[in-house]
């Protein structure tokens, strides 16, 4: 995912060139949508928060320093702006039932393993939904977006023992939680 | 449960490459089929979740970025510019205040009653000087033209001698003023530059003028007349 000239957009960008930001959102929109997504479990609160992200990093261009690859960066914007937003809406415990009213208007590309692959799906979501949102977004950066431990430490701000710890609860309670409602799904 | 969590971190640590001793570990699972179970297990849902649909942005999501964000450059300008002119209300005033203080620092004339000199205070309509000037003088000018000192060697002198005098003094001004306003109007209006470019002398007789009663002024204004009659 990452891109070797992101800095060097994002450096042009803060220097006012509109044209290297507008690269940068179209480079990462997807990524950050589809985190927030996970995030969220709301399609259009997904997209309003990936917008805030991205309005976020524009305002912190000036003080943005490329220490550390800038997807921990941009992902560590929308990881607080997703949580910020799950706080303050307290959506967290609804989020259960949305997931089962937006999945019927899903598409898949394989239609002749759906019935199978969507029981699996539809199992695994609703245990994705029984994390807590710390547990969950550690899970979903490694598993989804493919972050090494280090990187989703910087993203999370935290120490990679604890994304350690946290990934291997997330694993073991998805496990659990599969087992007992998965249909055979594990 | 503490050992169960190790376990669970083990195994979760070693499908990730991330175990600090995979070897060790490796072994450690492939001598327990349990283990080696809950790790298919791991395996099967991070397969799974990443096969999971997630929704794509909208089309015009890169062009609500853009409205969202905030117009920094007229933002700057806007709160540049609401800087400068309350710098300047905040001059004006100040100016003002300072210069409306003055008159009642200066002593009275001898002859003069202190209360009837209050209330037939002339007005600025005698030297028609614009308002606008007077309030562009800066307080900094009067104290360094040496307003005071002025004043004092005044009070020392016959108070004909000092009303000839500033007639003298206005006189010239006027003069000053009518042979330099033609090209000054032309170019920018009068109070953006009179006060800093006219003699020091003209301002500390105008201010001084602010302390003299009816009859004085009535006598000066006579002496302007005839004074400016013979220039």
Known sequence: MAETDDWKLITQAAGGDMNAFTRIVRRYQKPIVQFCYRMTGSQSDAEDIAQESFVRLYKALNRLRPDNPFPTVLFSIARNTALNHIRSTQRHYRRIKAYKENYPKRSTTQPDKNAQTSDIAVALETALETLSPEHKEVLVLREYHGFEYQHIAKILACPVGTVRSRLARAREQMRQHLMTYGKGAL | ?231
């Not at chain 2, 490796?26 to 929704?55: C, H, S, V």
């Not at chain 2, 001059?91 to 008159?103: D, E, K, M, R, T």
């Open chain 2, 1 to 231: 449960m503490k050992t169960n969590h190790n376990i669970h971190e083990l195994i979760s640590t070693l499908i990730d490459n991330e175990s600090t001793s995979p070897k060790e570990d490796a072994a450690r699972i492939q001598d327990n089929p349990a283990l080696e179970k809950q790790q298919q297990q791991y395996r099967e849902i991070g397969r799974i979740i990443r096969t999971l649909d997630a929704p794509d942005p909208s089309g015009n999501f890169v062009e609500e970025v853009l409205a969202r964000l905030p117009q920094k450059k007229h933002y700057n300008v806007l709160r540049l510019s609401f800087t400068l002119v309350t710098a300047a209300i905040l001059l004006l005033a100040f100016s003002v205040g300072i210069y409306q203080l003055l008159p009642n620092k200066i002593p009275d004339s001898p002859n003069s009653d202190a209360s009837l000199a209050a209330i037939n205070m002339p007005t600025r309509m005698h030297l028609d000087v614009p308002e606008s000037v007077l309030l562009s003088f800066q307080a900094e000018i009067i104290r360094d033209n040496g307003l005071w000192e002025t004043l004092d060697r005044f009070e020392a002198i016959p108070e004909e001698s000092l009303l000839i005098t500033l007639a003298n003094m206005t006189a010239s001004e006027e003069a000053a003023y009518d042979s330099e306003s033609k090209e000054m109007l032309t170019t920018m209006p009068l109070w953006d530059t009179w006060p800093m470019t006219t003699s020091p002398s003209f301002f500390d007789a105008f201010l001084l003028l602010e302390t003299l009663n009816n009859a004085e002024v009535t006598a000066f204004n006579d002496l302007l007349r005839g004074s400016l009659a013979t220039t």
